[in-house]
């Protein structure tokens, strides 16, 4: 095994300038909210930058759990729970848009899979399978 080098060493090294301490909350139900209180690298509270709240749930999808993450734009923890659901809404709704896109651009790509080709898959419908594959370039 090599030793890592410096660049290596300089991508893993913490920023003690950007310190948080996470604290968790949860319903055990719909979701968490994790409260990320800026420290000074001595572990002290930093006043001089903002408590950060981030929401985490996950919703069923017919192809299983879909994790949303999302900061939640509030002062305090009453007002995270408050805007949770709108959130959390939200980033669904951001996501789904984001699969949409990644789907279309997978079908202007070139690339097709099995399911695409028609005629019974890895025959390709004209003489049968191999040589030359099922593989079709658009």
Do not use: C, W
Request: charged fraction near 25%; glycine fraction near 16%; hydrophobic fraction near 30%.
């Amino acid at each position: 095994m090599s030793t890592p080098d410096e660049q290596t060493l300089d991508q893993l090294r913490m920023d003690g300038d950007n310190l948080y301490r996470e604290e968790n909350y949860t319903d055990r139900r719909v979701g968490s909210i994790q409260r990320m209180v800026p420290i000074t690298s001595d572990g002290e509270d930093d006043p001089e930058r903002g408590i950060v709240y981030l929401g985490h749930t996950q919703v069923m999808t017919p192809a299983g759990a879909l994790p949303l993450n999302f900061e939640l734009e509030v002062g305090s923890l009453a007002e995270a729970i408050e805007a949770f659901p709108t959130a959390a809404s939200r980033a669904l709704e951001d996501t789904m848009k984001q699969l949409e896109e990644m789907q279309r651009e997978q079908q202007g790509s070139g690339i097709v899979t099995p399911d695409q080709m028609g005629g019974g898959g890895m025959g390709g419908g004209q003489g049968g399978g191999m040589p030359g594959g099922g593989f079709q370039l658009r």
